[in-house]
């Protein structure tokens, strides 16, 4: 047989399986996250997204946020969000634990890309551990980032930030 005819049924697969669209891995339900978390946080808060709170959202991640609403959980000092940035093309949702202005925890909870998945390994999300906002809204270290994740990476650097703002808004911890 052909060199050509033995491979043309493995390149055909190969074009199949990259015009599939990637399907949602859930790594942990953003419900057993708050969960997981302990303490009092049974029921969410209601934040609306308005005026100056949307207009710095927008600037962090350069467009508006999705909804016009979030819920998020407190207990004391400490609140929890669920957020979702567009990595590339599909949502990515991140869990945010932040007491004291500062990131205690944080997951990857749903990953809908096709790429950039490595993003939910504890080595990454380590490096968020402990992280602040400065003044001019950036976090307060550098991020490494992973070979072929970028946008995936920067969609969490985003959301990070956001988590860290309205912990302070709410909290009012500026």
């Known amino acids: 047989m052909h060199t050509f005819a033995r491979t043309l049924p493995g390149l055909l697969a190969a074009l199949l399986l990259a015009t599939l669209p990637a399907r949602a891995e859930t ?16 029921a969410p808060e209601v ?4 005026g100056e709170i949307q207009d710095t959202i927008r600037a962090i991640l350069g467009h508006r946020y999705a909804s016009l609403r979030l819920r998020y959980w407190r207990d004391g000092d400490e609140t929890l969000w669920v957020l979702e940035e567009i990595g590339k093309e599909k949502p990515i949702t991140l869990g945010f634990r932040v007491a004291d202005g500062a990131i205690v925890d944080s997951r990857t909870l749903v990953f809908r890309e096709s790429r950039g998945w490595e993003i939910r390994f ?4 380590r490096q968020f551990r402990g992280a602040r906002l400065t ?3 950036r976090l307060d270290r550098a991020i490494d980032g992973i070979t072929g994740a970028t946008l995936s990476v920067n969609a969490y ?18």
Not at 47 to 50: E, R
Not at 122 to 125: E, L
């Open 47 to 50: 934040l609306w997204l308005t």
């Open 157 to 174: 650097r985003r959301l990070a930030r956001v988590a860290l703002y309205l912990h302070a808004e709410v909290s009012g911890e500026d």
């Open 122 to 125: 504890p080595g990454f999300a």
């Open 27 to 42: 790594y942990q339900a953003p419900e057993a996250f708050v969960t997981e978390a302990g303490g009092d946080f049974d």
């Open 135 to 137: 003044d001019d809204r």
